[in-house]
């Protein structure tokens, strides 16, 4: 003991100052543990571990019940079903009063009056392939660009060009007449349905049946549209869910043979969009497990159930339906968020599309309706048999077709037809022939404001693969983006506003030329621009893509003779488009953010630049015109924070541009050559011929500049005996089966404690 420090009195008593229990001090190397700091070191997260596995009866997944419900048809059946059920997702209900049907939307740009008589007002004569190009009809300007692109691309396969082709299958069909084929004569005849039937509800085909359902009380409404619940359709949430059930309970009943009383001890497997709604999400939920009453439900996304049906861990999946056509990456058997883009186009587009061109060399069944169930069925019907997007399949054919109407007789037709089967599927490449304004008009969201349990992220809106692609169009206090590419250049001009339809910096453009000295640049080295740095971007409009540019006679039988490869290429052959020179691009590329740095070298040819045109004409070199551009109001916040609707502006890009800016959010370059040699296509528009060689040339016309040791893109077909369509489903019928799901269900009691919460951590939704 030190000195001076008094011997302190010792406590005899050893009584405590206090009754309060002090706790030992906490061991250290437990501080850092997770225990019950997550839901899944709960009693409700160790339940599904300590289940035992239940006894199976008869086939394996025989009580699995998988649901996948789309625009146009829902598709239902056990897990151990080889193929499922598949119905039209539609449903006409008995209204009591005057029913009135909703007016057609037009998804695709409709003629002047003066123009539908067929007649080609201004042709542009160019090297023989004449073009109609009317100066007060902008539908005749955007039907030039694709059929300039189409040009551009059977010059470079070599394929023979038929100068007359279209005015002779003109001439055909306006002396084309029907042919009558009697009933007893007819194997497909149509039943029709005349007198009212007994019940409420008609579900699926049936309702195509009814001779006119608004004279009948009928209300013939389709429940989904896209990624989310048609809410432009239904005033109310709970009506629409209640037609959603009648569909399912009707197709489980006549096609299962599954009654209402055995729901319970079913499991059901949802496939959902990989862009999903929470609020369609969570009443989809509520559907199945509280109003239906099955035992349990697991949720999947599309795409991770594609890669699952087709056996491959790795993929970019693009699956095009009716009206969407959703991408997605998905990597170690999980969904990239950051990767999801949703296109508003698919296979209605391209259905209404051709439509309108055949409309143009006087169709003839002239009364064709496409708001009439048999008028649409017609186009369907010749969109699945004659679009292509083979190049060496352009020529001057002729098909047939045949319309059963109500009261009349089955009608044969034989028509004549040259590109329009190959232009109306290029609209996915081309999309400014489709009206995306007026295709959105009229939703609502579903998720109410009130609502605690839907929590909102801004992945649920808006994600990186968005904002990459519409980075050109955020006004300059917007946010700026991580990363993009661009080119030096060595004048930075000032940026046009921007026009409705959107551009992609996503690959080179035509060289911007503004003096009479002629510029070109490299894309070879590009150089990366940080988040800080200014950019300035120069918006194209997207008619003056790459092989849009005209450089003259004389330039253009240069340009094919350097193009000319050593050994003749076949037609419609696999092989990968160079880049033309001086100025052409890939077809899908309206804008590149340019940076200015150092000089950029002239170019060893130089460009007619008198020449430069979008569209080139023996009369005058004039571009076409540019909408009007948006309007950005400063009072108006988008979700994200966006000074702009950034979800709906991504949805107009071209398809091709589309899965690049996908695969870009991946990550880097490794991510993107890794996911753009494995893209696979699912879905029912996926069938047209040549949709592979036609993403494949496009892809890699985009990749081969931008990514550095980029080999070739490759498109993985589905496997063997499986049809696309169904591909999804069959994955998440495998995952009904596998023993790994046992951790992925949830309960009607799980979804009464945490409901939406539980579902997403369960079933681990990107």
């Excluded at 206090?477 to 004048?491: E, R, V």
Aim: negative net charge; glycine residues 6%; hydrophobic residues 35%.
């Amino acid at each position: 003991m030190p000195r001076g420090v008094p011997n302190t009195k010792k406590d005899d008593l050893s009584m405590r100052y206090t009754t309060f229990n002090v706790p030992a001090p906490l061991n250290p190397k437990t501080g850092g543990a997770n225990y019950l700091k997550t839901e899944t070191n709960s009693l409700w997260g160790r339940k599904p571990k300590r289940r035992e596995a239940e006894p199976i009866e008869g086939k394996r997944g025989s009580n699995v019940i998988v649901i996948h419900p789309g625009s146009r048809y829902l598709r239902m059946g056990r897990a151990s079903d080889i193929f499922p059920i598949t119905v039209s997702h539609v449903i006409a209900r008995k209204i009591n009063g005057v029913v009135n049907p909703p007016p057609p939307i037009q998804r695709i740009s409709r003629p002047t009056p003066s123009k539908k008589d067929g007649t080609d007002e201004d042709p542009i004569d160019d090297d023989d392939y004449p073009i109609s190009l009317s100066p007060d009809d902008p539908l005749e300007a955007k039907i030039a660009s694709i059929s300039i692109s189409l040009r551009e691309r059977m010059r470079f396969y070599k394929l023979r060009i038929s100068r007359d082709a279209r005015k002779n299958a003109t001439a055909f069909n306006k002396r084309s007449k029907p042919e009558i084929i009697h009933d007893h004569n007819d194997p497909y005849r149509v039943q029709w349905v005349t007198t009212p039937p007994a019940g409420d509800i008609v579900v699926g085909e049936r309702v195509f049946r009814l001779v006119d359902p608004a004279k009948m009380g009928y209300s013939v409404r389709w429940p989904i549209y896209g990624t989310t619940l048609n809410t432009r359709q239904y005033p109310s949430i709970p009506e629409l869910l209640g037609d959603l059930e009648a569909i399912w309970v009707t197709v489980l009943r006549d096609g299962l043979k599954i009654e209402r009383s055995a729901y319970r001890n079913y499991s059901v497997v949802l496939v959902v969009p990989d862009f999903y709604d929470r609020g369609t999400l969570r009443e989809l939920s509520h559907l199945l497990l509280v109003t239906m009453g099955f035992k349990q439900l697991c949720v999947q996304q599309e795409s991770l159930s594609a890669t699952f049906g087709a056996g491959i861990s790795n993929a970019c999946v693009i699956d095009m339906g009716a009206v969407k056509t959703s991408i997605s990456c998905v990597d170690e058997g999980m969904v990239i968020p950051d990767t999801r883009l949703v296109l508003s186009m698919g296979g209605d587009d391209i259905t209404e599309f051709l439509h309108v061109l055949l409309d143009r060399i006087h169709f003839p069944y002239r009364d064709l309706d496409l708001s009439k169930a048999y008028g649409w069925q017609v186009i369907e019907d010749l969109k699945a048999r004659i679009c292509t997007l083979l190049e060496s399949d352009v020529a001057e054919n002729m098909s047939d077709f045949f319309v059963r109407s109500p009261g009349n007789e089955a009608q044969k037709y034989a028509f004549r037809h040259y590109d329009e089967t190959i232009m109306a599927p290029m609209c996915v490449f081309e999309p400014r022939v489709i009206e995306f304004e007026r295709k959105s008009q009229g939703f609502r969201s579903v998720s109410h404001p009130s609502v605690e349990e839907v929590v909102d992220h801004q992945r649920d809106h808006v994600t990186q693969a968005m904002i990459i692609s519409t980075q050109h169009l955020l006004p300059p206090s917007g946010p700026p983006p991580p990363l993009t590419f661009a080119f030096p250049q060595s004048t930075q001009p000032t940026p046009p506003p921007p026009s409705d339809q959107p551009a992609f910096a996503v690959a080179p453009q035509p060289a911007q030329v503004d003096s009479a000295e002629p510029q070109t640049g490299s894309f070879e080295g590009a150089p990366l621009v940080e988040a800080n740095q200014s950019v300035t971007f120069v918006s194209v409009d997207p008619s003056d893509f790459g092989s849009k540019v005209s450089l003259g006679p004389e330039k253009e039988k240069e340009k094919e003779e350097e193009l000319k490869p050593s050994t003749p290429i076949p037609p419609g052959a696999d092989v990968v488009e160079p880049t033309p020179v001086a100025a052409s691009v890939p077809e899908s590329d309206p804008a590149i953010p340019i940076v200015p740095e150092e000089p950029v070298k002239a170019a060893p040819t130089p460009i007619d630049v008198d020449a430069l045109s979008p569209i080139p004409t023996p009369r005058a070199r004039t571009p076409l015109p540019l909408p009007p551009p948006p309007a950005h109001d400063p009072n108006v916040i988008y979700p994200g924070g966006f000074p702009i609707d950034v979800m709906f502006e991504a949805s107009k890009l071209p398809l091709d541009v589309a899965i690049f800016n996908s695969a870009r959010s991946a990550g880097g370059d490794d991510k993107i050559r890794k996911h753009l040699q494995a893209v696979m296509v699912v879905g029912g528009t996926s069938l047209i011929p040549g949709m592979a060689h036609a993403l494949e040339s496009r892809l890699q016309a985009i990749a081969t500049p931008l990514v550095p040791n980029m080999e070739k893109v490759q498109i993985i077909p589905p496997p063997k005996d499986v049809d696309p369509r169904v591909l999804a489903w069959k994955g998440a019928a495998v995952l009904g089966k596998m023993d790994a799901v046992q951790d992925m269900w949830i309960t009607p009691s799980d979804w009464d404690i945490l409901g939406l919460r539980g579902l997403t951590e369960r079933c681990l939704l990107g």
